[in-house]
């Protein structure tokens, strides 16, 4: 094996697997080749048929179990992950589990993870009932782990599948990313965050998994499973890259790039994580925490930021009233599926702070009581820290002042807050 001090070795496991569950009372409806052939015509190829042929393959295993052979969820864990009440009444009142379980080897594409969560969410989608992704202990309800999968040009959201948890500590926040082992690659940290970079160092993290992860996935790509995968030391970020991360290639223009040093922190403990660390370039004057600071204004420069402060006025006061009285029809087209083809539900709401409230969009991704509604965050919220993008969100109806409906083009409809403030 080649090692120079241009590139990083980094270990590849033999096998990758993947675990999604089924909560329902009573036993299935129907048969999992049944409910995945339900889905033809709404889940794009190759997808569809990789999960009919694993569903054939010892490389799948589909068992459903009485729920008192398994350690209890940790409802408070699944809580802080976005679960609804309503889900977690669901699995409070289930009798069985359907366990979806398959293996594949590291390489793209990541066919583990692609065949059981449709498998997952087909069976779910057929008992009207939720799937729970064990890797991120996090509730998916059928519609939105099918959205997550890839489309007809084989795209995805990279916050789909990773996300970026932050902690604080005395050198300042500490990010990792959960979700590249699903990929077989290491997940990432930053340590030494500066404080006000909660939001942009969020994206910055996501925008380095892409770039990471496509060349982890380069370096699988032969017949042969290598032992190791060389990764390139300084690791390049650009915009473009954190835009493809969160779905939005047309919302970053060009950026300069950013240079991020890769470095191996292996764990001491045999049940702890291994971490590949970003730091700054060697060489690099001052703290890194500066570093990071240029970085996200480099990558930044120009982009509007997705938190918005409302001003008050007449003209705020009338945008809130247009939308929130029509927020009723806006459900009602959203739940009998009449909005435009190829268009997404988006609401604004606020998050109470110490200034005053801030609000945030959030993707609207199922709404079966009028007075709740369960989504995606479209930001990372500054006031609070459990609010990033691509996390389950749940907002009462009452907290929100405006609903949008998008397209590839932008705001097709709505958006009245946001008109005032442009």
């Not at 802080?80 to 009444?89: I, P």
């Not at 930021?305 to 009285?325: F, I, L």
């Amino acid at each position: 094996m080649l090692i120079t001090d241009d590139f990083l070795p980094v270990p590849v496991p033999e096998s990758l697997s993947a675990t999604y569950l089924v909560p329902m009372a009573g036993l299935p409806k129907v048969s999992p080749k049944t409910a995945v052939a339900a889905l033809t015509g709404r889940l794009a190829e190759p997808v569809h048929g990789l999960a009919r042929q694993m569903l054939d393959s010892p490389l799948m295993s589909v068992d459903t179990r009485p729920i008192a052979e398994f350690p209890e969820l940790p409802p408070d864990l699944l809580t802080a992950f976005g679960a609804t009440e309503a889900q977690l009444a669901r699995l409070a009142a289930a009798t069985h589990l359907v366990v979806v379980q398959a293996e594949y080897r590291p390489g793209w594409p990541p066919a583990h993870e692609w065949a059981a969560r449709a498998v997952a969410a087909a069976v779910a989608e057929s008992v009207d009932g939720d799937v729970v992704d064990v890797f991120g202990l996090q509730f998916l309800d059928p519609a939105t782990a099918l959205r997550s999968l890839p489309d007809e040009q084989g795209r995805i959201r990279l916050v789909d599948w990773v996300l970026v948890p932050y902690s604080s500590d005395t050198e300042g926040l500490w990010f990792t990313t959960k979700g590249l082992r699903r990929f077989g690659l290491l997940e990432l940290q930053t340590q030494g965050v500066p404080d006000h970079l909660t939001r942009a160092w969020g994206a910055v993290m996501t925008g380095a998994a892409r770039r990471l992860l496509r060349d982890w996935t380069d370096g699988l790509a032969g017949e042969e499973v290598p032992a190791f995968v060389q990764l390139p030391v300084l690791a390049t970020v650009t915009g473009h890259d954190i835009a493809v991360a969160y779905g939005n290639p047309e919302q970053h223009g060009a950026t300069a790039p950013v240079l991020l040093r890769l470095e191996l922190d292996p764990s001491t403990d045999p049940e702890a994580d291994s971490f590949l660390s970003l730091r700054p370039p060697a060489g690099h004057p001052g703290p890194d925490g500066r570093y990071y600071a240029a970085a996200c204004a480099t990558l930044f420069s120009g982009i509007q930021p997705d938190v918005r402060y409302a001003r008050s006025g007449d003209a705020m006061s009338r945008a809130v009233a247009t939308a929130r009285a029509a927020l009723g029809d806006a459900r009602a087209r959203f739940v009998a599926g009449q909005l435009p083809a190829e268009s997404q539900l988006v609401v604004k709401y606020g998050l109470p702070g110490d200034d005053g409230p801030e609000y945030v969009w959030a993707g609207v991704t199922s709404w079966e009581t009028p007075e709740r509604i369960v989504g995606v965050s479209a930001s990372d919220a500054a006031t609070d820290p459990s609010v990033r993008i691509g996390a389950p969100v749940v907002v009462e109806a009452t907290d929100v002042v405006d609903w949008a409906v998008l397209d590839a083009t932008g705001v097709i409809e709505g958006g009245w807050t946001q008109a005032v403030l442009d």
